[in-house]
């Protein structure tokens, strides 16, 4: 069974770092990239950034140069390095696997339960 598992949210003041982890487990199967969105109270879900398996990545505008999103192969983990965080920052912060398609025939999309990112003024 497919888990992701995030970690390391909390509260932080404007302009401070916060860095959170996403561990997997259950996966047989080919990864096509690991990916964070984030889903503030009453907004959609977001990109926030994303790692594919070879290792490129993706970042929203509006974190470039603020936040970076890194992988452990071997401990099967993501992260993001969140610094110079904003007010606006505050969300849910989720993880998201997707499975390569090539290599699977069923479910491509598995998400963690989220971990709470709050930044005060």
């Known amino acids: 069974q497919v888990q992701l598992v995030e970690s390391g949210g909390g509260l932080v003041q404007t302009g401070g770092s916060l860095r959170l982890t996403c561990v997997t487990s259950g996966i047989v199967s080919k990864i096509d990239s690991l990916s964070w969105y984030r889903q503030a109270p009453g907004q959609q879900r977001e990109l926030v950034a994303s790692i594919r398996d070879d290792g490129t990545t993706e970042y929203a505008e509006f974190v470039k140069g603020r936040f970076t999103i890194s992988r452990d192969n071997v401990k099967n983990t993501v992260y993001l390095q969140m610094s110079g965080l904003k007010p606006e920052d505050t969300a849910v912060y989720y993880c998201?696997?997707?499975?390569?398609?090539?290599?699977?025939?069923?479910?491509?999309?598995?998400w963690g339960q989220g971990t709470q990112v709050t930044v005060s003024s």
């Open positions: 998201r696997l997707r499975l390569d398609p090539m290599f699977n025939l069923g479910t491509l999309y598995y």
